[in-house]
C-alpha cells in the first residue's frame, strides 16, 4: 500500500502564469507554422465577422424602426444574398481546377433539413428584431454559445468541463437579468405580450442556432469527411439556397411581395432608403456568415467563440450611439456577466484534457 501511494503522481495544481506561458508560446508556434497568406485571410475574415454582423443586426432592427412590419422579408433577406457566396467559390472552380463535391441521398437530405431549420431560425430572429431593441436582442442571441456547446456535447461528443458547465450557468443568469428588467428597455408602441413574444423567440433562436451549429459541424466531419476550404463553402451556398427556397415560399404564400411596394411607400426616409436597407442587410448577413465560416476552417471554434464574445459589445454599444437604445444598469450588468460566460467558455474550450494531459505526461 505505501509503495503505491509513493508511486502515484503529485495532484496537478492551476498555475495562471503557466497557463498564459503555454497559451504564448503555442500561439507563436501556431503563427510560424502557417504562411503569411493565411493570417492576411484570417484576419480579413475576423473583421467581416466584428462588423458584419453587427450592421446586420443594427439594420434589421433600423428596418422595423422605420416603418417596416413584415417578419417573413426580413427573414428572407437574411438568406437572399446566398449568390454572394457563389462569386467566391466559382473562381476556385475555374482556376484552381477543382471539382464540387457530388449530391448523394444523405448530403441532400442533411442540406434540406438546415436550410430549414436556418429559414425558421432567422424567422425566430425577426420577431426579436421587432419587438426588442438592438441592444438587447444582441445580448440574449450570446445565450447561443451556451447552446453550441450543449448540442456540441450531445450530438458531436465535443469535450464538456467545468468551465464550460460554468459558462453557460452563466450566460443564463445574465439573460434572466435582462427578463426581470424588461420595462427599462421595453419601446413605448410594443406591449408587454409583444416584448415577451420577441424575448421567447430570440432565446428559442438562439437554441437553434445552437443546433444547427452541432448539425452543421456533424455533416461536415461525417458525411464530407474533408477539411478544405470549398467544401465548406459549398455547405454554406446549398443551406442558405435551400433556407431561401423556404423562405421565398413563405413569402409567396404570405403574400408579403405584394406588401414590399406599399410597405416601401409608408417608410421612413421614402422608397430608396427602404431598398438600401434590405440590400445591406443581405449584403452583410452573407458577409458575417462567410466571415464566420472561414474563422472556423481558418482557425477554430474557440476562435469564432472569441469573436462572437467581443460582437456582443460591439452591437450594444453601436445601437445605444446609433439608434439611442437604453442602457440600465441590469443591462450593463448583463454584459459583463455575459462577458464572464465567454471568458470561462473559452478557457474551458483552450484547456487540455486529462487525455491531453495525460499524452503529455507520458512523452
Same mark, same amino acid.
Given at each position: ?114 436550410? %430549414? ?33 450543449? %448540442? ?93 427556397? %423556404? ?117
Amino acid at each position: 500500500m505505501d509503495e503505491t501511494t509513493e508511486q502515484r503522481p503529485p495532484a496537478a495544481s492551476f498555475s495562471y502564469s503557466n497557463w498564459v506561458s503555454n497559451v504564448k508560446k503555442s500561439t507563436k508556434e501556431a503563427y510560424e507554422s502557417k504562411p503569411h497568406s493565411h493570417w492576411i485571410l484570417l484576419t480579413l475574415s475576423c473583421t467581416s465577422m466584428l462588423t458584419a454582423f453587427p450592421a446586420s443586426s443594427l439594420l434589421s432592427r433600423l428596418y422595423f424602426s422605420n416603418g417596416g412590419q413584415s417578419k417573413w422579408i426580413i427573414s428572407w433577406v437574411a438568406v437572399a444574398g446566398w449568390p454572394i457566396t457563389c462569386l467566391i467559390l466559382l473562381p476556385l472552380y475555374i482556376f484552381r481546377k477543382i471539382k464540387p463535391t457530388p449530391l448523394n441521398a444523405k448530403l441532400l437530405l442533411s442540406y434540406t433539413l438546415l436550410g %430549414f431549420l436556418s429559414a425558421a431560425d432567422n424567422l425566430m430572429y425577426a420577431y426579436a428584431y421587432a419587438y426588442l431593441p438592438a441592444s438587447t436582442s444582441s445580448l440574449l442571441a450570446s445565450s447561443s454559445l451556451a447552446f453550441s456547446a450543449l %448540442f456540441g456535447y450531445l450530438i458531436v461528443k465535443n469535450p464538456m468541463n467545468a468551465s464550460v458547465i460554468n459558462s453557460i450557468v452563466i450566460i443564463t443568469g445574465a439573460m434572466a437579468i435582462i427578463a426581470l428588467d424588461s420595462s427599462s428597455d421595453r419601446y413605448d408602441y410594443v406591449t408587454n405580450r409583444q416584448y415577451f413574444a420577441g424575448f421567447f423567440w430570440d432565446i428559442m433562436g438562439s437554441a437553434l442556432h445552437g443546433l444547427i451549429f452541432a448539425l452543421s459541424e456533424l455533416v461536415f466531419v461525417k458525411l464530407l469527411g474533408r477539411r478544405f476550404f470549398h467544401v465548406a463553402l459549398e455547405q454554406q451556398v446549398m443551406v442558405s439556397l435551400v433556407a431561401f427556397a %423556404f423562405t421565398t415560399l413563405g413569402m409567396v404564400v404570405s403574400r408579403d411581395f405584394q406588401g414590399m411596394a406599399r410597405e416601401a411607400k409608408s417608410f421612413e426616409g421614402g422608397e430608396s432608403r427602404y431598398v438600401q436597407v434590405l440590400v445591406w442587410s443581405a449584403v452583410t448577413f452573407q458577409l458575417g456568415v462567410l466571415g464566420a465560416t472561414a474563422v472556423l476552417f481558418l482557425a477554430s471554434t474557440v476562435m469564432a467563440g472569441v469573436l462572437n464574445a467581443v460582437r456582443v459589445p460591439i452591437t450594444s454599444i453601436a445601437a445605444v450611439i446609433l439608434m439611442h437604445d437604453p442602457m440600465s444598469g441590469f443591462k450593463i450588468l448583463s454584459l459583463i456577466l455575459t462577458f464572464w460566460g465567454f471568458s470561462s467558455y473559452i478557457y474551458g474550450s483552450s484547456s487540455p484534457t486529462p487525455s491531453t494531459q495525460a499524452a503529455s505526461s507520458s512523452s
